[in-house]
């Protein structure tokens, strides 16, 4: 079955930082541009960061991230990580990661056809 399959949420304090990760199943990673997004209770789901295929460099963050958090890319074990550090009550939420095949890395949701069920990230203040 091809899927995304996010992992690395939990609980932390304010401050703190945790390393979410985005694997498939059935294809590679390496061929798409992958985007971390969120969605907290009674909000929109949002583009956080995104980064371009393998071969093409680019990344991507929303401005409310920038600077705290780090999305990379690990062909060897074809995975995607975000790194989020210095973590503020505002960034709880559920994570998902998407996969878009198409034009350059972007934060627009429309653009991803393929999504993870999603990985809880609570931070406590």
């Known amino acids: 079955q091809v899927q995304l399959v996010e992992s690395g949420g939990g609980l932390v304090q304010s401050g703190g930082s945790l390393r979410l990760s985005c694997t498939a199943s059935i294809f590679s990673l390496d061929y798409y541009n992958i985007g971390w997004f969120r969605q907290a209770p009674g909000k929109e789901r949002e583009g956080v960061a995104c980064v371009s295929q393998k071969w093409t460099v680019g990344t991507e963050y929303a401005d409310s991230v920038k600077g705290r958090f780090t999305i990379s890319r690990d062909s060897s074990s074809d995975t995607v990580y975000l790194q989020m550090t210095n973590l503020q009550a505002e960034d709880t939420a559920i994570y998902y990661c998407?996969?878009?095949?198409?034009?350059?890395?972007?934060?627009?949701?429309?653009?991803?056809?393929?999504w993870g069920q999603g990985t809880q990230v609570t931070v406590a203040s």
């Open positions: 998407a996969r878009a095949s198409q034009g350059a890395c972007q934060l627009g949701p429309g653009a991803y056809s393929l």
